[in-house]
């Protein structure tokens, strides 16, 4: 995956500049947050190659315990992803590591560039009742983006209150002349914290190259429609966290 509009070379100036590592963890917004460091500094001219990546092993002893304490865990049935209580949460075991870079440097090692990666930006906010809505509100419109089909890959968690708040802006965004069609990939796969927007990011992907959107993952999705296959050439991922942190990434098809 390339970030578009740039073609600079890194501005490192030794081969221990050139290899510099950071690491974020803990939350959604953790992995988020590694991406678009990654996008900013493809953006800046300060690098030309990064791997972006996350984890998450959901059997660890520890993960049970402490989201069960904290009220959200799910402990009854598995219902549907977009209307479970406040204890809501399945973790799943996820690894994904995407290659970001500047189409410059794709073309020069003579890779294929997978997709275009034309926006990323991340938010927070206190979390008080409509503001994750808002902040999410805010980063959609300064996408600026046309009509027309969109497919949008969800980071959602599954946790009632906030889930339900990110089902009601996705059902809105058709209100802006898209034919959108949302997926929750944590009804299929768990919710994966860090983990979860870099594996919708390749999800995303998959979806840019094959110009399709895989089927409903469970009943309740707040856009269950279809897109035609070959239509799809655009993919927003979000990513909400479960107790903080807002993010979206925009995701084009490349010839």
């Given amino acids: ?122 938010g927070r906010c206190r979390r008080l009742p409509g503001a994750a809505a808002a902040s999410a509100e805010r980063q959609w419109r300064a996408l600026g983006l046309a009509a027309g089909p969109l497919a949008v890959i969800s980071g959602a968690c599954g946790s009632g209150p906030i889930t339900r708040e990110e089902h009601d802006f996705l059902a809105g965004l058709a209100t802006d002349g898209m034919t959108v069609a949302a997926r929750g990939t944590a009804a299929a796969i768990g919710h994966s914290m860090e983990a979860s927007f870099l594996a919708n990011l390749f999800l995303a992907i998959s979806c840019l190259r094959r110009r399709s959107l895989f089927a409903p993952l469970a009943a309740g999705e707040p856009l269950e429609r279809r897109l035609d296959d070959g239509a799809v050439d655009r993919v927003l991922v979000t990513g909400w966290g479960h107790q903080r942190g807002e993010g979206l990434a925009c995701l084009e098809a490349v010839a």
């Fill in 1 to 122: 995956m390339w970030k578009g509009g740039t073609d600079r070379l890194s501005m490192a100036s030794s081969p221990a500049a050139a290899r510099a590592s950071r690491a974020f963890m803990g939350e959604e917004s953790a992995g988020i947050d590694a991406a678009r460091v990654a996008f900013e500094r493809l953006a800046a001219g300060q690098g030309e190659l990064f791997l972006v990546g996350g984890a998450l092993n959901a059997s660890r002893r520890d993960m049970p315990s402490i989201y069960h304490c904290g009220g959200l865990l799910l402990t009854g049935p598995v219902g549907a992803l977009w209307d479970r209580p406040k204890a809501g949460i399945c973790f799943g075991s996820v690894g994904a590591f995407v290659v970001m870079e500047t189409r410059a440097h794709a073309e020069r090692r003579g890779a294929r560039p997978l997709a275009r990666l034309t926006a990323l930006s991340a």
